[in-house]
């Protein structure tokens, strides 16, 4: 949790001076660019630090460090390396840089971490939602994860699209439940938290991406149209939409297949997905099938994901099937 809630203050720093980012660098995107490399050096640098075998600093991460070796690549390089040093003081830029590099196992072990340094870009850009998720894999299955979300409100009553200053953290094991630490903190009051037990009467609340290149709205709005007495979904970006279904704030999170072909990557899902499910959600793709962590850098024998409550998730499932959503890839 430490590595994850070290990010989170890293990554909170820099999107508090966006604009100051983007002056000096003279590129709207710089600041998302310098907070996930910095925040990936730091999980590595991290996880170094703390486990002593080297088999456990094995992570498939999202980025590498090949596009800041040229010039042009310059100041957002250096502006990475100070912001490492702010948290590790003296380090030069070549341990930075290899730190970035080392996060490239290939998913082919029986055991490895799997990293988005900061999942919810746009969100990121727009001063709302992201997430740092660390997901530890053994043997194909996420067993272990934590995710940072800084700018989620720990109160299920405040706007999301309102950023908190505190942030909440989660974290799970397999067996173990899942909890929520305010603050970022892992040394806050650790919450267990569920997913919500049934209807009772209420309308269901969806929530999904807010790009719509995430997800196929279409296809969801069909599917809330069939499961029936589904209320106007939440948007937010990145997978904070786990935690959302794992505190019993929203009772699904869809994520459609927009195109032929498209298959998730497994450091979009890992941290989040045992999150829900330790907190008693149910995690499968939109056939139903469990996701399988076991095929590499991608969920490769799945398409798409629904991660919902128990009572919602058969339904959202029976929908899926009547409308013949993807259906060449059900068999």
Known sequence: MQAVAIACQITRAVQERLQEVTALTKDDRSPVTVADYAAQAIVALTLQDMLEDPADHRIVGEEDALGLADEESAVVRRAIVEVVQHWRN???????????????????ADT??????????????????????????????????????????????????TPDPQGVLYAAAEGQGAWEFAGCDPEA???????????????????????????NRSDSDRVAEIVGNVGEPVRLDSQCK???VARGQADAYLRLPTRAGYVE????????????REAGAIVTDIHGRPLDFGQGARLEGNRGVICASPDVHGCIIGAIDQLGIDAESKD
Do not use: N
């Open 90 to 108: 003296g380090i030069e830029e070549q341990e930075v840089l290899a730190a970035i590099d080392s996060c490239d196992h290939d998913g082919t």
């Open 112 to 161: 490895y971490w799997t990293l988005d340094p900061v999942d919810g870009t746009k969100g990121f850009l727009r001063g709302q939602q992201y997430a740092i998720a660390l997901g530890r894999i053994e043997h194909g299955r996420v067993v272990a994860g934590v995710m940072g979300c800084p700018a989620l409100p720990v109160s299920q009553d405040a706007p999301l699209d």
């Open 189 to 215: 009051q650790r919450l267990r938290i569920q997913a919500r037990p049934g209807q009772d009467g209420r309308p269901w609340r969806f929530c999904g991406s807010v790009e719509k290149a995430h997800s």
């Open 242 to 244: 786990y935690a959302m």
């Open 265 to 276: 990557k497994i450091w979009d899902h890992a941290a989040g997905s045992v999150i829900a």
